[in-house]
């Protein structure tokens, strides 16, 4: 069975733009969850989103948005983007809230 | 808050030899612990698992240990080798919020030939 997929996997933006990252989860998984990780503050919750719904959300501003399409991949969004967002997000899937959640590789953004 | 800690930053072990891993956690409302290796440049991956109503969950050279009491786990590897060599995060799911984890600061564990 293929594994989690993201792309893309690397990222150069600007200050000011906005970037889309995709995910697309294990065949069969229904429940896609995003992290930033970053030196200083680890592997932090974004959101999760199962059966297009949002069903929980980290503490993001509202620049960090996400979607979920019926074949349950998703997308997330950073609008306005700042020096700060450089990080390497993560997408996570999982059959439902069976806790065990299987990571992507990661987008690595870079914002200059 | 930091609901999940762990304490060593890094950990280095001779080849062959026991590491020992371990996390604690302030929450008594989590009832359910991973571990992930983590690669530079790469996702976590999932390891291990436990339950609160378990105190050891064993998979090949991975054990977790759960002691509830003093809100501690602990991952043993046996026998270590280089290819161990990874950081590794314990993580929680956030009570009634399933999908969301929390997770410790990870320990870098350099397994040395």
């Known amino acids: 069975k293929a594994g989690v997929t993201q792309t893309p996997r690397y990222l150069i933006k600007t200050r000011g733009q906005q970037v889309t990252l995709s995910c697309s989860p294990i065949s069969g998984h229904r429940s896609v969850s995003w992290y930033q990780q970053t030196p200083g503050q680890g592997l932090q919750f974004l959101f999760e989103y199962f059966s297009e719904t949002q069903r929980n959300k980290g503490n993001f501003p509202g620049r960090f948005s996400g979607r979920q399409f019926s074949n349950s991949r998703s997308e997330m969004n950073v609008s306005t983007l700042e020096l700060g967002d450089s990080a390497l997000y993560l997408c996570a899937s999982s059959i439902d809230r069976n806790y065990e959640q299987y990571f992507g590789p990661g987008t690595r953004l870079t914002v200059t | 808050d930091q609901q999940v800690k762990q304490n060593s930053p890094s950990l280095s072990v001779q080849e062959g030899r026991i590491s020992i891993l371990n996390c604690d956690y302030t929450?008594?409302?989590?009832?359910?612990f991973l571990w992930y290796k983590k690669y530079p440049a790469e996702g976590p991956t999932f390891l291990i698992s436990?339950?609160?109503?378990?105190d050891k969950n064993e998979d090949g050279r991975f054990t977790v240990f759960l002691n509830k009491s003093a809100k501690h786990l602990s991952l043993h590897i046996v026998p270590s080798q280089p290819g161990d060599s990874a950081v590794y995060f314990c993580?929680?799911?956030?009570?009634?919020?399933?999908?969301?984890?929390?997770f410790g600061q990870g320990t870098e564990l350099s397994v040395k030939p």
């Open positions: 993580a929680a799911p956030f009570y009634n919020q399933g999908g969301k984890l929390i």
């Open positions: 436990i339950s609160s109503i378990k």
């Open positions: 929450n008594s409302m989590f009832d359910y």
